[in-house]
């Protein structure tokens, strides 16, 4: 098994990479199953279930018009992000829904779009199954598929625990542990970024890796303006129901305007970044998710950090902040493809600690690298990234990705710029590696009660309300 940096980053739609992005890829791939069996046009009605954290925050989390939108053929990456508000109530009052946006069957939401909230299936706790009918009722096609984090899905046919899409192109140094990769490190005299451009050249030209992930950014970026620039008036209240209001927007004016000489204004700087991304994705806004939509505030808020502080103070050039910005990315990608080679990015499977832990992880060490530090060093930030998120439940007040998730994205991103300063007034040299801290993530993810792996059945989802 074999992953890229474009697998850990990827354009989408909020409020959640597993929950709304994972379903709408799903609902499209089986659409497009059916046009390559040559039975598209021989459908006449579709049912869509889904089960386990899918089933009990789906409602929450947009999982059903993400569905409705991937059978219609939409995709997360380009679809209009408008098109979700409205559009179950759309589809009920039409009865009808367009597969892949030419083939028109019957559709009755209350029975043909079912979340079952305490079903699951045996794969992953986000699972969903898909069923094609003909005229006549009698069954076309039966497809179950995985949303298994960060908008990865799989089919019923994937195998292990930690699931993920196959696949064997060969890459120039391969490396499935941290232990391995600082070896390859220290035997060739390379960064961590230099072994992941190197590898991703197994895909891509050096022109296109940069192309691409400057474009990343460019979204990361533009996410982080929409974010601040909202009208508080007409948009200032996130949408779901808790009445949660945007703190962005006067965050930003604030900060814009402001002449506090407080030294540690830069928090709020970050605190800011975070604020906004996680916002624009509570709101079924444009991110990237880096590796979660659930965590997609804390790899920008990081990286805006240094471009706005780090480098103006160390004098770098334009051309000079484009390549510390591709090395920080690819940095991120190295230890974030770590996480989901061997525990997991997905909190309904091993809770939050998957999700902000592994992109606190993925900062601190990308933040570590372009600070200057060596390879040993990367490790040691990401580890302490990791470490003092470990235990970390995902417990979503009413289903939704705004509480504790907002704010956690804050806290995780000063918590990696931290870790990544410690260990650079550090050699590298440390007691717990990174693999012992990702191995205990997974362990620990297993043992943690299904309540507090995005069910909202546990946590703050419940107290919340209680009080």
Known sequence: ??????????IGIGPSSSHTVGPMRAARIFVEGLAEQGILTDVDRVRAELFGSLGATGHGHGSEAAVLLGLEGEDPATVDTRRSAGLIA????????????????????????????????????NGMRFTAYDAAGGELAVRVYYSVGGGFVVDEDAVGADRVVPDATPVRWPFATGAELLAICAENQLSVSEVMLANELSWRSEAEVRSELLEIWRVMAECVDNGCS?????????????????????????????????????????????????????????????????????????LHYYVRFAAPAAGLSEAEVDDAIVRFLLTAAAIGILFKTNASISGAEVGCQGEVGSACAMAAGALCEVLGGTPPQVENAAEVGIEHN???????????????????????????????????????????????????????????????????????????IEC
């Open 1 to 10: 098994m074999t992953l890229s940096t474009f697998d850990l980053y990827s």
């Open 90 to 125: 759309l589809v009920r009052d039409e009865g009808k829904l367009t597969l892949g946006g030419g083939h028109t069957v019957a559709f009755d939401v209350d029975s043909d779009l079912v979340l079952y909230r305490r079903k699951s299936l045996p794969g992953h706790p």
């Open 230 to 302: 909202r009208d508080l008036v007409t948009d200032g209240i996130l949408p779901g129901g808790l009445k949660v209001p945007r703190r962005a927007p006067a965050l930003f004016q604030e900060l814009s305007t402001g002449t506090d000489p407080d030294p540690l204004r830069v928090i709020d700087w970050v605190n800011l970044f975070a604020l906004a991304v996680n916002e624009e994705n509570a709101s079924g806004g444009r991110v990237v998710t880096a590796p979660t939509n659930g965590a997609a505030g804390i790899i920008p808020a990081v």
């Open 390 to 464: 470990l235990g970390l439940t995902c417990d979503p007040v009413g289903g939704l990705v705004q509480i504790p998730c907002i704010e956690r994205n804050a806290i995780a991103s000063t918590k990696a710029i931290n870790a990544a300063r410690l260990a650079l007034n550090g050699n590298g040299v440390h007691v717990v590696t990174l693999d012992k801290a990702i191995k205990t993530m997974r362990d620990t993810g297993r043992d943690m009660h299904l309540k507090y792996k995005e069910t909202s059945r546990g946590g703050l989802a419940v107290n919340v």
